[in-house]
């Protein structure tokens, strides 16, 4: 087989040597491509950290407003209705006194004409 290739012992030797190098080649570390300014993990962390609290606190916050905006709805709807019951009975009273001045004058009236018929 060696005599169809034409290889001879200083040959093999020669391959096997280049073999050997490119599986140490393999295993070298290869030189890193690194960043110009690169943060430390803690500094990083800390960002995010600070990030996700200020969108909880704003969620928080936003959920309290909504709540206190349903409370000061209901207030505002339990006034309209105590302020719309408080003007009918205004009205009631109102057409009561309307009647009874217009039964008074119609006694009078019925009255001052007993007088006169006499």
Do not use: C, H, W
């Not at 391959?15 to 080649?25: G, I, M, Y």
């Not at 000061?72 to 709807?77: G, H, K, L, P």
């Not at 009918?88 to 009561?96: D, I, L, N, S, V």
């Amino acid at each position: 087989m060696n005599e169809l290739q034409r290889t001879g012992f200083s040959e093999r030797l020669k391959t096997a040597a280049d073999a050997r190098q490119a599986l140490l080649a393999k295993l070298r570390p290869r030189p890193t491509v690194t960043a110009d300014q690169i943060q430390p993990r803690a500094e990083v962390r800390a960002a995010e950290l600070v990030q996700v609290r200020q969108a909880r606190a704003d969620a928080k916050a936003s959920k309290l407003q909504a709540a206190a905006d349903a409370a000061e709805a209901a207030r505002m709807s339990e006034e309209a209705i105590a302020a719309a019951a408080l003007d009918a009975k205004r009205g009631e009273r109102k057409e009561r006194k309307a009647l009874t001045k217009a039964e008074a004058k119609a006694k009078r009236d019925a009255r001052y004409a007993a007088r006169k018929a006499r």
